[in-house]
Structure formats: structure tokens, C-alpha cells
């Protein structure tokens, strides 16, 4: 996901990066097109970006992402427009986008398959 946005940052636009796992962050960083930057925290690229994509694989990681310590949560706004890619129980797509909702952002729940 992040190599195909990259490929879109430009003069006025920056792709914002987070992943736990920095090997793979430090690899993509290295061979990244555009404007991309990577950040240390969930809520930092909240805090950055009024547009956030996240795909991660399994809803405890969606719940961690959004609303653990440093999490999107922490950073999102009336400003904020909030896209999950990732495929997770119905449930936590409507908990999450309930919390975004309550800091005044909108969220959608954009699920793609692993097919």
C-alpha cells in the first residue's frame, strides 16, 4: 500500500509512514519514491495527515492502532478523514469509526481481501 501512495507524494504532498516493524519501515524508506517521511507513532501521523489509511491484519491490531497508547486516536480531529483497509470483524469497524467520530473525524471501512 505504501509503495503505490508513494508514487503519488509530490512538492505538495507527504506519505507519512509508521509500521512496528522497522526493518520493513527502514527497506521501504530506502527505496521509497515522492515525498515520504516515517513517524514514530500512530498519533503522530494523525496528528500530520487530515487523510490516514491503515491495513493491518487482524482487528486486535486495528483496536491497538487506533486506540492504544500513541494510537490515532490521540491525533485525530474535526480535520481528520480516517480509511480502514483492513478486513476485521464488523463490530470493531463500527467501534472505531464511533471513537474517530467522537473526536469530531469521519471514518470509512474500505475492506480489501487477501485474494
Known sequence: MAKNLSKTASARTMLLVHDLNQPVVDRFMSQAAGKVESVATPGEV??????????????????????????????????????????????????????VAKKGGRAIDAPVSGG
Open 46 to 99: 494523525a496528528v500530520r495527515a487530515s487523510v490516514v489509511v491503515t491495513m493491518l491484519p487482524a482487528s486486535p491490531h486495528v483496536l491497538e492502532v487506533y486506540m492504544g497508547k500513541g494510537g490515532l486516536l490521540e491525533g485525530v480531529d474535526g480535520d481528520s478523514f480516517v480509511i480502514d483497509s483492513s478486513t476485521i470483524d464488523a463490530a470493531v469497524a463500527k467501534e472505531v469509526a464511533g471513537e
